[in-house]
């Protein structure tokens, strides 16, 4: 492997000790699987308001696949006006109660997989990062009228022992979300993620309620103090839109609440199982698998019609 060091570079504007002391590491890396835009989305808030400033660069030419993911260029009447160059970058951050960590943003490396991940390790021990989390968003046959659902995952089982599974062993195209988490682990780091559950008739749009669960979900087991109140504002207007919509469009109403009987019916018969102590708002294990599996399956066809 060369050396993963050589895949980024620090800049002159180093946290000093007082500012930066076993922080946490969140990663937001789009690229594979984000329903409803929500890793996006929740990236993009946190840049808007939260205070930040670089300190590390990634070679994204060393990783990128420019053809897979051609970068949007502007063409003005007789010149090209401008190019929005991808980047891929680590930001020192501060949260609403002062806080600081660390969040790496941008597009997943479509090459050097296992180099990349042992840069973003090679981060974690020189910043002494105490907990690493990664987020995403997968779509489900869940109904946009209730309780966003989330997935937690980690290393050592105890840090995300609060969450209920979902869904238990399947199979899915890797990506360095995933990886990532896999890699720090075997490293002896601690890592963790989670994955919100968007509805798969919104899986294309923008779901501000999903990014809103994303930073709920970090900032509970981080222990950080993240905004989120423009997110929910912005989640209860997309909320209004969906309402006028199906009011056009009976028959799309109509399988939105066959979701909310199945949903409703299963959270009954789980509560009833567990005497009502666990709040249950999702299909079971399997169906949650299978939905995913054939979300993936659509996926990778689309892509290989050069869709995306």
């Not at 946190?46 to 993911?69: C, G, I, K, S």
């Not at 979300?295 to 066809?301: C, D, I, K, S, T």
């Amino acid at each position: 492997m060369l050396d993963p060091r050589a895949l980024y570079e620090f800049t002159a504007d180093q946290p000093g000790p007082d500012e930066l002391s076993s922080p946490v590491l969140l990663f937001c890396l789009n690229g594979f699987i984000d329903a409803g835009q929500a890793g996006r989305l929740a990236a993009d808030h946190l840049l808007a308001t939260l205070e930040h400033r670089l300190v590390a660069v990634f070679d994204l030419d060393q990783v990128f696949d420019y053809r897979a993911r051609r970068p949007i260029m502007t063409f003005d009447g007789d010149h090209w006006e401008s190019y929005q160059t991808p980047s891929l970058n680590l930001y020192l951050t501060t949260d609403l109660a002062g806080t600081s960590f660390l969040l790496l943003v941008g597009p997943e490396p479509d090459l050097q997989w296992e180099r990349f991940a042992a840069a973003v390790i090679g981060l974690v021990e020189h910043y002494d990062v105490r907990l690493a989390l990664g987020v995403h968003a997968i779509p489900m046959g869940v109904p946009h009228t209730r309780p966003v659902g989330v997935t937690a995952h980690a290393t050592r089982p105890e840090t995300v022992s609060d969450y209920r599974q979902w869904v238990g062993r399947v199979q899915v195209p890797g990506h360095m979300t995933g990886l990532l988490e896999l890699r720090l682990g075997e490293a002896g780091r601690d890592a963790a993620g989670f994955a919100v559950h968007v509805p798969h008739y919104l899986a294309q749009n923008e779901y501000p309620a999903a990014a809103q669960v994303l930073l709920e979900s970090v900032g509970r087991l981080a222990g950080l103090r993240l905004p989120t109140q423009a997110l929910a504002t912005a989640g209860e207007k997309i909320q209004s839109m969906i309402a006028e919509q199906l009011a056009e469009q009976p028959d799309v109403a109509a399988v939105v609440r066959a979701l909310e009987e199945q949903y409703d019916a299963l959270a009954a018969e789980q509560a009833d199982s567990v005497g009502g102590g666990v709040p249950a708002d999702l299909p079971t294990a399997d169906e949650l698998g299978a939905e995913l599996e054939r979300f993936l399956a659509a996926e990778n066809e689309r892509r290989g019609r050069g869709e995306g």
